[in-house]
């Protein structure tokens, strides 16, 4: 199965759906609103043109220059009977992170979904038992959120912009204080 | 030795459960974390894992280094398997690059990981026995996890925590010295180790000791996010080697051996299989080792010789612009898996065009299949659980990243 041919599938029942397509490096990536992945997952289980039954990965990501859709999710999913991957994104604004769990049909996820709610504060909808699971409890940030530098935020030499190039996000330390926090 | 069937779930009042901390540092669980059981006598009632004892943020660190110096964090992921996540990191980059690699370097890396998954296979068996009580086995296979750490030494220079290969292929060729051990490795590794296989594979007592020890069900396995051994033992055959192949894989013939009840006895002998394919693998690749350039043509990922540094201008530039993580890398995001030691070892790479990856998440198997660990261990003897933990192999390193 061709990627158009797993899309055109998909449509069938998610006719509006989906936000956007793409094909990075051949894997059939789309968007949908955060609301719809669990019937997208089950779908996608369940369908016997698919069968797409494991979920290889799932993460967070963050992306401060998207306004209202700052928080991304990804997930990843693979049939291994026909050997198809492809990718599943959702954003959510940081104001209100929530995104419904998907641990009922995975119980890997439940790991996963502790995983990205430690590192960036998005709040599963439903999940059993939703703490840290890397960083101590009492931690009262998420730490790989962006408008947290790894390093002393002065520090300047490593910046992209002095290399004579422009990466998507340029940061300078007064971007990166702590502004959305705040907001 | 225990039987899951006959017990009656525990719900009356009239038991007194006691808790016992399993960890975060204990000889019976090979790493840093924590078991909390509540106990009903020897049964284990019911349990909670706490992890991240170790935990040291790679995914954050490697949003602010260079491609290259990222691959020293993944030397600490699996550390019982270094080059094998080493390998697998340089090719996902070269996928996000579009860089074409020779046949040699397919070969060689090929051979490099193939030893790596004995080393990490032969830890893993080698303490099963430990945990049941069995040391002998221990110090022998242990030695020959010495000579694959001295294989990997002629390599890169480096034991345990590798850092092997460049982007692009690897720093130097195989020497003789390493063609010299390779050569005497697999001559004499297939005895000594059949002596391993006699020691255990038909040993009533290890039988009785693994046989039934905690099994899982293929389904539940899937549904747990299994791979590697871990699921192979409960009667799936999915290898990334084989469903996905990387590195040329797909010009060796080998078996997926697969248990078919995911006990403790089926996940040992998975490995002691895996390991005789290994090997199977290393000498068809070594054999049949195709002549050409050891690293592929990449200015601006792969170092040039130091005496080109010294007098040669454009290698000069090169090599500060690598140092200096300048180098151009195309907007895109990737996933590459390998087959780690203990499963699907997937890099998510996102890169918006900078210096470092904007966003990199590991896949790690461990901290995928430990969390069905509760599951497992359930109404299970306190000593089965110890040995299921040892031939689950989590590795505190991945587990934490």
Redesign the interface.
Known sequence: MTNQEILDHIRTKFTDDILSFDEPYGMLTIEIPPAKITSLLEFLRDSEELKMAFLTDLCGMHFPNQTDRELGMVYMVHSWTKNLKMRIKSFVSIKSPKVPTICNIYAAANWMERETFDFYGILFEGHPDLRRIMNVDEMDYFPQRKQYPLEDGTRTDKEDQYFGREGNYIQTFDQRADKQLNA | MSSTTDIIEIDSLDNEFQTLNLGPTHPATHGIFQNILTMNGERIHHSEQT??YI?R?F???A??RPYNQITPITDRLNYCSSPINNLGWHMTVE??IGCKVSKRVDYMRVIIMELARISDHLVCNAVIAVDCGALTGFTYMFQWREKIYDLFEAVCGARLTTNIGRIGGFERDFSEDFHKKLKAFLAEFPEKFQEFRDLTERNRIFMDRTINACPFSAE?A????FTGPNLRACG?D?DVRV??PYSSYEDFTFDIPVGTQGDTFDRFMVRQHEILESLKIINQAYNNLPEGPYHADVPDFYLPPKDEVYNNMEALIYHFKIV???T?VP?????H?VEGGNG?L?Y?L?S????TP??L?F?RPC??Y???YPEMIKNCLLSDAVVTLSSLNVIAGEL??
Not at chain 2, 222 to 225: A, E, I, L, S, V
Not at chain 2, 352 to 355: F, K, Q, S, T
């Open positions: 992890v991240g935990h943020a995914e954050k660190l949003e602010r996928k996000l539940r899937m549904n747990y996010g799936v999915y469903m996905n200096m993580g300048e151009k907007v895109g995001e990737v996933y898996s699907e997937g998510y996102v918006d065009g900078g210096r904007y966003r998440h896949r901290f995928i430990y969390q069905a934490d990243a």
